[in-house]
């Protein structure tokens, strides 16, 4: 299976800057099929890039997803109160898909 | 809108049989894949497998030998057994539309399901 590698573990920003976040896979993905999730304490995780770099409905364009074969980047331009959080990526390029550990954003 | 709805018992005993069934509204179960996905108390993600609406499925080779997963297509619910469990299987269980190839748009809200003497 593919494993999935994110970095870095945890994130300390104030609001107003920029998160970058990276997703390493120990294998190409086919078809960049890759997603990035939020997941706020208790609740499901909510879905936000799929393909690497599309958005799901309804998400702010300040999040933004990029990258290709191995190395995918995740990026929220400007941190609002509501965007920290716990970040996950996916691959469902090969089965079983699989998850990143997880990437915290915390405030500063 | 599509909901997803997670019920089952919330304590199980280790060596028995872990049930959660996923019931769908919004949606017919009949012609998608749906999976389902925990996750340990402060931990990641695992996909444990994904069953069709035809009651065709696909379990992680790591949970293989233990799962087995249903539709009802009467009731528009999917269903999980895990059986011979041990503490190492408490988590929350989510159920989510999408098969092995996709990502996850709709999710349930969870269910914890502790496994304890």
């Known amino acids: 299976e593919i494993v999935l590698t994110q970095s870095p573990g945890s994130l300390s920003l104030s609001p107003g800057e920029r998160a970058t976040l990276s997703c390493r896979a120990s294998?190409?993905?086919?078809?960049?099929?890759l997603a990035w999730y939020q997941q706020k304490p208790g609740q499901a995780p909510r879905l936000l890039i799929y393909g690497a770099s599309s958005r799901a409905t309804g998400i702010p364009d300040r999040f933004s997803g990029s990258g290709s074969g191995t190395d995918f980047t995740f990026t929220i331009s400007r941190l609002e109160p509501e965007d920290f959080a716990v970040y996950y990526c996916q691959q469902y390029g090969s089965t079983p898909p699989t998850f990143g550990q997880g990437t915290k954003v915390e405030i500063k | 809108q599509v909901q997803l709805q997670e019920s089952g018992p919330r304590l199980v005993k280790p060596s028995e049989t872990l049930s959660v069934t996923c019931t769908v509204s919004?949606?017919?179960?009949?012609?998608?894949?749906w999976s389902w996905i925990r996750q340990p108390a402060g931990k990641g993600l695992e996909w444990i497998g994904r069953?069709?609406?035809?009651?065709?499925?696909i379990y992680n080779p790591s949970l293989k030998s233990r799962v087995t997963m249903s539709v009802d297509t009467s009731k528009n619910q999917f269903s999980l057994r895990l059986n011979s469990v041990t503490a190492a299987d408490t988590a929350v269980y989510y159920c989510?539309?999408?098969?092995?190839?996709?990502?996850?748009?709709?999710w349930g809200q969870g269910t914890l399901v502790t496994v304890s003497s």
């Open positions: 294998q190409s993905i086919a078809g960049s099929y």
């Open positions: 069953v069709h609406g035809s009651d065709n499925t």
């Open positions: 919004g949606d017919s179960i009949s012609t998608k894949y």
């Open positions: 989510a539309r999408g098969g092995g190839g996709s990502y996850y748009e709709y």
